[in-house]
Nanobody
Framework: QVHLEESGGGLVQPGESLRLSCAASGNYFAINAMGWFRQAPGKEREFVGAIAWTGSRTHYADSVKDRFTISRDNAKRTLYLQMNSLKAEDTAVYLC??????????????????WGQGTQVTVSS
């Protein structure tokens, strides 16, 4: 079992930045990739980005490419999401995810194995 805990959400104004963190614990060696999803009220869960746990592969949704950056600290078992130039449409609950498969993060999101509880990000003036 893998436990994921997000932190760093909050209220920011349009154009500002925010960094989310996700700490992983438990059977950490069961995962090969971590990523971020988001879910806005009344909308389906949406893939944001993913990173392989070894090497440098990353993959982003078109809606956040060039604004959001995923990174990791393997020693701390922590995933980050740096969000810049935030827009009102980025408002959502952001969820950390982990899985054995890197490609499954965006190609088969319903099969992703581990999820955090989520952290609220609100972008509003």
């Amino acid at each position: 079992q893998v436990h994921l805990e997000e932190s760093g959400g909050g209220l920011v104004q349009p154009g500002e930045s925010l960094r989310l963190s996700c700490a992983a614990s438990g059977n950490y060696f069961a995962i090969n990739a971590m990523g971020w999803f988001r879910q806005a009220p009344g909308k389906e869960r949406e893939f944001v980005g993913a990173i392989a746990w070894t090497g440098s592969r990353t993959h982003y949704a078109d809606s956040v490419k060039d604004r959001f950056t995923i990174s990791r600290d393997n020693a701390k078992r922590t995933l980050y999401l740096q969000m810049n130039s935030l827009k009102a449409e980025d408002t959502a609950v952001y969820l950390c995810a982990a899985d054995r498969s890197y490609e499954s993060m965006w190609s088969r999101p319903r099969e992703v194995g581990y999820w955090g509880q989520g952290t609220q990000v609100t972008v509003s003036s």
